[in-house]
């Protein structure tokens, strides 16, 4: 069965790039039904969907992270990864990465990777 | 952005019902998905499209939405149901995904 894997450091500096990558197992990432996502939570607070990416490369932003966000993808390492710039301690939470589906206006998230914890701190 | 409201909140005894309201306006024109977050776990999709549940969700989970409140309903709830609650819906303006704050269901 399909399977997502976090992956990247745990401590980043403030004002540095946080940098992420989730690894897709047991299935393809290049099929027309799926964007591939990220979202995030705080320590203690909830849910907050930081955007997604086709596996073309085409994205969906969360307007509040725009500026500071890059998604990417490597559809031939299945893997999609996330940049964000300019990082401050309000950027440290657990990091999932998750499969999108559903289609516009009806996306949702039916299958999570586990989790990696991102701490901003000097 | 359109951002659901959730209560912090909900307790109920083992075996009743538990009802988990997530309000907007007008979300009822809306297609809500609810997830089920336990302690130290990744969320788990329990209902997609308003009312639709993912195979291997028990048939106790279920959901609706009409006029300005979308409703996750657990019946017969058991110790095991208690976790965080989110409700999701997609913002059309925005294009993004939006989370309600989330409803902690407390088994008494």
């Known amino acids: 069965q399909v399977q997502l894997q976090e992956s990247g450091p745990g401590l980043v500096k403030p004002s540095e790039t946080l940098s992420l990558t989730c690894t897709v197992s047991g299935g393809s990432i290049s099929r027309d039904s799926y964007y591939w996502g990220w979202i995030r939570q705080p320590p203690g607070k909830g849910l907050e969907c930081i955007g997604s990416?086709?596996?073309?490369?085409?994205?969906l932003y969360n307007p509040s992270l725009r500026n500071r966000l890059t998604i990417s993808v490597d559809a031939s390492k299945k893997q999609f990864s996330l940049k964000l710039s300019s990082v401050t301690a309000a950027d440290t939470a657990l990091y999932y990465c998750a499969r999108q589906i559903g289609g516009a206006p009806d996306w949702y998230f039916d299958l999570w990777g586990r989790g990696t914890l991102v701490t901003v701190s000097s | 952005s359109f951002v659901p409201t959730q209560p912090p909140s909900v307790s109920v005894a083992p075996g009743k019902t538990a009802r988990i309201p997530c309000d907007g306006d007008?979300?009822?024109?809306?297609?809500v998905h609810w997830y089920q977050q336990k302690p130290g776990q990744a969320p788990v999709l329990v209902v997609y499209d308003n009312s639709v549940r993912p195979s291997g969700i028990p048939e106790r989970f279920s959901g609706s939405n009409s006029g300005n409140t979308a409703t996750l309903t657990i019946n017969r709830v058991e110790a095991g149901d208690e976790a965080d609650f989110y409700c999701?819906?997609?913002?059309?303006?925005?294009?993004?995904?939006?989370f309600g704050g989330g409803t902690k269901l407390t088994v008494l």
């Open positions: 990416v086709f596996y073309t490369g085409s994205t």
């Open positions: 999701q819906v997609w913002d059309i303006i925005s294009d993004h995904v939006v």
């Open positions: 007008n979300i009822g024109d809306e297609t």
